[in-house]
C-alpha cells in the first residue's frame, strides 16, 4: 500500500486563507534535490514558517498550537505555478490526508489524488462559511467522507458534495497509486495472458 487508506475523515482543520498560493511557495525549488518522498514535510511553507536563521514565524499559522489537523482549508486557487510532487509530497509528509479549497490548479489536483491527499472542491460561500467557523472556534471538527462525496461542517450539519473521479476514488479508498492498483489486477492480467496464448 503505497498510502494510506482514505474512507471518512474527521479532523480540526489548519487555515490558510491566501490566495493564489503555488508550489514554489508550498516547497521551494531549493528543497527539491531529494528523490524520495520522506522529510519535505519539514519544509513545507518553508520561508513562511521559518526566518532566514531557521527560527520559527509565530504569526504563521503552521507555528500556532491553536491550529491542527488533518485537513488544510485554503485560498482560491491553491497549487497553482509549476508541476512538482514535491509540493504534494510535503503535504502528505507534515500530516494534511485533504485540502480543502474552492479552486485547486489542474496539475496540482491531480498529483494530489496520485500521492494520497483529497483534494475538495467546495464553493467560495461554503468556504467562508468554515474559515468563519475555525476562526470562531479551533477546535471546530470537518468530516469528510469519500463514499458520500461529501463535506460536512459538524457543528451546524452544512455540507456540500465534492466531484472526485471514480478511478482515483476507488484508489484513495484503498491507499492505491497507479502501480499499486496494477499489483492488485496481478491475477486478473495473468489469467488474461494465459487465454491468450
Given at each position: 500500500?503505497?498510502?494510506d487508506?482514505?474512507?471518512?475523515?474527521?479532523?480540526?482543520?489548519i487555515?490558510?486563507?491566501?490566495?493564489?498560493?503555488?508550489?514554489?511557495?508550498i516547497?521551494?525549488?531549493?528543497?527539491?534535490?531529494?528523490?524520495?518522498?520522506?522529510?519535505?514535510?519539514?519544509?513545507?511553507?518553508?520561508?513562511?514558517r521559518?526566518?532566514?536563521?531557521?527560527?520559527?514565524?509565530?504569526?504563521?499559522?503552521?507555528?500556532?498550537?491553536t491550529?491542527?489537523?488533518?485537513?488544510?482549508?485554503?485560498?482560491?486557487?491553491?497549487?497553482?505555478?509549476?508541476?512538482?510532487?514535491?509540493?504534494?509530497?510535503?503535504?502528505?509528509?507534515?500530516?494534511?490526508r485533504?485540502?480543502?479549497?474552492?479552486?485547486?490548479?489542474d496539475?496540482?489536483?491531480?498529483?494530489?489524488?496520485?500521492?494520497g491527499?483529497?483534494?475538495?472542491?467546495?464553493?467560495?460561500?461554503?468556504?467562508?462559511?468554515l474559515?468563519?467557523?475555525?476562526?470562531?472556534?479551533?477546535?471546530?471538527?470537518?468530516?469528510?467522507?469519500?463514499d458520500?462525496?461529501k463535506i460536512?461542517?459538524?457543528s451546524?450539519?452544512?455540507?456540500?458534495?465534492?466531484?472526485?473521479?471514480?478511478?482515483?476514488?476507488?484508489?484513495?479508498?484503498?491507499?492505491?497509486?497507479?502501480?499499486?492498483?496494477?499489483?492488485?489486477?496481478?491475477?486478473?492480467?495473468?489469467?488474461?495472458?494465459?487465454?491468450?496464448?
Amino acid at each position: 500500500m503505497a498510502y494510506d487508506k482514505f474512507n471518512v475523515l474527521t479532523s480540526t482543520v489548519i487555515p490558510l486563507p491566501n490566495e493564489n498560493v503555488d508550489t514554489d511557495q508550498i516547497i521551494p525549488a531549493r528543497f527539491l534535490k531529494a528523490t524520495e518522498r520522506e522529510g519535505f514535510g519539514d519544509n513545507l511553507f518553508r520561508d513562511w514558517r521559518y526566518d532566514v536563521e531557521g527560527n520559527p514565524k509565530k504569526d504563521f499559522v503552521l507555528n500556532d498550537s491553536t491550529y491542527s489537523g488533518k485537513i488544510l482549508l485554503a485560498g482560491r486557487n491553491f497549487g497553482s505555478g509549476s508541476s512538482r510532487e514535491h509540493a504534494v509530497w510535503a503535504l502528505y509528509d507534515y500530516g494534511f490526508r485533504c485540502v480543502v479549497s474552492s479552486f485547486f490548479a489542474d496539475i496540482f489536483k491531480n498529483n494530489c489524488l496520485n500521492i494520497g491527499v483529497l483534494p475538495v472542491t467546495i464553493s467560495a460561500e461554503f468556504a467562508e462559511v468554515l474559515f468563519a467557523a475555525v476562526e470562531a472556534d479551533p477546535s471546530t471538527e470537518v468530516e469528510v467522507d469519500i463514499d458520500t462525496q461529501k463535506i460536512t461542517l459538524l457543528s451546524t450539519g452544512q455540507s456540500e458534495s465534492f466531484e472526485i473521479n471514480a478511478y482515483k476514488k476507488e484508489n484513495m479508498k484503498n491507499g492505491f497509486d497507479d502501480i499499486d492498483y496494477l499489483l492488485n489486477l496481478k491475477e486478473e492480467i495473468e489469467e488474461f495472458e494465459k487465454e491468450r496464448v
